[in-house]
């Protein structure tokens, strides 16, 4: 028997414009005004940049401005080189990289919700027929569900920041969501179409992150086709394997005629793709596990009670095709010995659907439990944010003011009458929020997760409106890049350099620093990076440490960071 008893006064939709703009109103703050942050964010566009400004070997051979960067893949790399070339002279470079994350995020989102309603609306998943009549329509269903599977989606804690940065995942976690979708099309009506246009989303996959995740997706749907028992879906769904491999082989075989550089990234990036497949450890299964309780709230508490409230449909696609893609995602955790992030952004587009049809059959006591703990959750971040920032612009209470200019030291606080104005209406509308929720106890089947969805929102915008002056200040490296800049003259030839992919993208870009190529030799200028705390301080390289080759002429750092340090030589003049 179905686990569902819904009214029709339980699926009122929400409205096609509030969706959208509640995308965007998620979207837009973070890729707005700030610079390239530490890590993947800064790295990745830094060979988006190089792209742009560079030539077809350069589009082959990721790289940042001469530091071979063969992992992943060239795919998100190239889309955003593209809209560097299309939206740079108007938007800035960094800003106009961040476009395509901005499409990517409206990619998943819409995949995430078409999904759910193709899946609602199935014959299988409907609710039971109440005896007088008045159950809801299929297709009133599945757009409630779909609702309900976005604000679900949007409310996970993972993804969060990562929707936001310039990086392969944002790309490939939309991707997955989209693949989603075309299968549900695929087991819902097999046709060659389908698996064709799959096919070429699992070879954009391979050409996004790797090999791996996309093989084991196709073997995974492969393996639900014979668990349903359409042998006809498996016949049409081996189609999608040539094709793959035709999308992903064409930047392959590219590289092999072409060989930019006189050199390729076939075989690191090969190595790189070896080594996500490991042997189970400890330490990869318990990260997963105790990083994936918040990266994936709130959706697997709906989710898991999904999976039990459906048990007796378990071939049922609304549950069989989510539980097999979170299988998979899962499994390839496991056996990923790099603890990452990255390895567990897959999984929150299948759980997000999931959740959606635990909805309708959670207990009121544990939909409560949940709104409560976002009420309480959120609303104390958002007041934390509040008093920071109140605090760095007047300066009381001082031990709060104190903590936070601690952070970015150098920064000098600036009101700014427009985003105080945003945040303040933004505060405003997340109580009237919670008064709606609060007060009237809606019926409808989303109202589970609206403070979720909605507390997430408030929080992310508020730090991106009334702390973002301070997070630039604190994680860009843009400070340090001018500083090395004045230190150099314009006659050098190159500078050669052991510093990481984000710091050296940012010293490119902020600081028009020439760095050496995979051609050039004898540079005159040499950038190490070391830690602070190291006893010997920066050691030269074997190859250039001798007595008086080169003269240090500027040591430096970021100032909030206390271990990251920075030395600058020239080469002396009789060498």
Partial sequence: MKPVRLPAAATNALPRWAIFALCLLYILPGLIARDPWKGDDAASFGIMWTMAHGGLHDWLWPHIVGMPMPEEGPLTFWLGAICINLFGWLFGDPMAARISTGIFFMLGAVSVWYTTF??????????????????????????TLADGALL???GCLGLLVRSHETSAETLQISLVAYALYLSARLFDAPTKRSAVKLGLILGLLVLTRGWVLPLALFGSLLTLCFYRQQKQCARILCISLPVAILAAGSWVLSVILIHPFDSSPYPAWMLWNYRQIAIPSIASISYFFKYGIWFAWPAWP??????YAWRKQERALHISLPVTFLLCFTLLAFINNYSEEGILLPILPPLAILAAFGLPTMRR???????????????GVAAIV??????????????IAKKVLSWAPGFQPEFN??????????????????????????????????????????????????????????ISYANVALQIAEKISSQYRCID??????????????????????SDQNCDVLLLQSSRHSQSGPLLPADKNYPGAWELI?????AADKDEFFSLYRKNKFN
């Fill in 118 to 143: 193709l899946l609602g609306r199935r014959p299988e998943a409907q609710p039971l027929k109440l005896a007088f009549g008045g159950q809801p329509e299929p297709k009133d269903f599945g757009r």
């Fill in 417 to 474: 009458v427009f985003t105080f104005i945003i945040a303040l209406l933004v505060s405003i509308a997340w109580f009237r929020l919670v008064y709606w929720r609060i007060s009237r106890q809606p019926s409808v089947l989303w109202r589970a997760v609206v403070l979720s969805s909605g507390g997430a929102i408030l929080c992310w915008l508020l730090l991106m409106t009334l702390w973002l002056p301070l997070i630039n200040q604190r």
């Fill in 365 to 379: 006591s544990a939909i409560n439990a949940v709104d409560w703990f976002a009420l309480m959750v959120m609303t």
């Fill in 554 to 558: 500027w040591e430096g750092h970021r």
């Fill in 302 to 307: 709906f989710a898991a009670w999904a999976i």
């Fill in 386 to 399: 509040w008093l920071g920032w109140i605090a760095e612009q007047t300066g009381w209470p001082p031990s």
């Fill in 152 to 154: 679900i989606y949007l």
């Fill in 497 to 518: 350099s052991n510093t990481g992919p984000s710091q050296r993208a940012s010293f490119a870009y902020f600081g028009k620093v020439r760095f050496a190529g995979f």
